[in-house]
T-cell receptor
Framework: DAKTTQPPSMDCAEGRAANLPCNHSTISGNEYVYWYRQIHSQGPQYIIHGLKNNETNEMASLIITEDRKSSTLILPHATLRDTAVYYCIVRSSWNRDDKIIFGKGTRLHILP | DAGVIQSPRHEVTEMGQEVTLRCKPISGHNSLFWYRQTMMRGLELLIYFNNNVPIDDSGMPEDRFSAKMPNASFSTLKIQPSEPRDSAVYFC????FGTGGHQPQHFGDGTRLSIL
């Protein structure tokens, strides 16, 4: 699986958009980009995933560059409840195996 | 809908004792994963099952650890004998692998294990 690089921590003011970057320069053509987050004392929570098109759901938007070497997770209106560690993960094709490997993630602090 | 259910939520025991962690995956999911999380090593995949069969146990630290999935609705992770370095939060996750495209994993709230 391709590896990812994320900043260890970021701050964002409450109510503003939080933009979390992720580099995955060795991603291959059939690998998806996934984002999970882990709020303190809870299990990781799935946020969103994509292959090459931008994706949006009720939680966030995922912007993937045209060369697919990097992506950005956008939380449009961050709240204090969005304080968490955010993991960017590249997953191998679903028909090979189902496991995912977590890195260190980005610790996002939402400031009141 | 019920999510992934883990028990117990907290376990404190003395070293040398046997520890059994339990997991009930989401109904209909056919993949189950056991993870361990510590401050030093982060979130590590220990083992995962597909259709009740262990697929990859390369993350299991040593022979003291064993995992079983006797049926689609139940799995156990056992440590015998336990050691203080096994203290961690253990998470179980499940997904519906192979049903078409990528499916996310859903995690339980974890078992916080302390070995004294």
């Amino acid at each position: 699986d391709a590896k990812t690089t994320q900043p260890p921590s970021m701050d964002c003011a409450e109510g503003r958009a939080a933009n979390l970057p992720c580099n995955h320069s060795t991603i291959s053509g059939n690998e998806y980009v996934y984002w999970y987050r882990q709020i303190h004392s809870q299990g990781p929570q799935y946020i969103i995933h994509g292959l090459k098109n931008n994706e949006t759901n009720e939680m966030a938007s995922l912007i993937i560059t045209e060369d697919r070497k990097s992506s950005t997770l956008i939380l449009p209106h961050a709240t204090l409840r969005d304080t968490a560690v955010y993991y960017c993960i590249v997953r191998s094709s679903w028909n090979r195996d189902d496991k995912i490997i977590f890195g260190k993630g980005t610790r996002l602090h939402i400031l009141p | 809908d019920a999510g992934v259910i883990q028990s117990p939520r907290h376990e404190v025991t003395e070293m040398g004792q046997e520890v059994t962690l339990r997991c009930k995956p989401i109904s209909g999911h056919n993949s189950l994963f056991w993870y361990r999380q510590t401050m030093m090593r982060g979130l590590e995949l220990l083992i995962y099952f597909n259709n009740n069969v262990p697929i990859d146990d390369s993350g299991m630290p040593e022979d003291r650890f064993s995992a079983k999935m006797p049926n689609a609705s139940f799995s156990t992770l056992k440590i015998q004998p336990s050691e203080p370095r096994d203290s961690a939060v253990y998470f179980c996750a499940s997904s519906s692998f192979g049903t078409g495209g990528h499916q996310p994993q859903h995690f339980g709230d974890g078992t916080r294990l302390s070995i004294l």
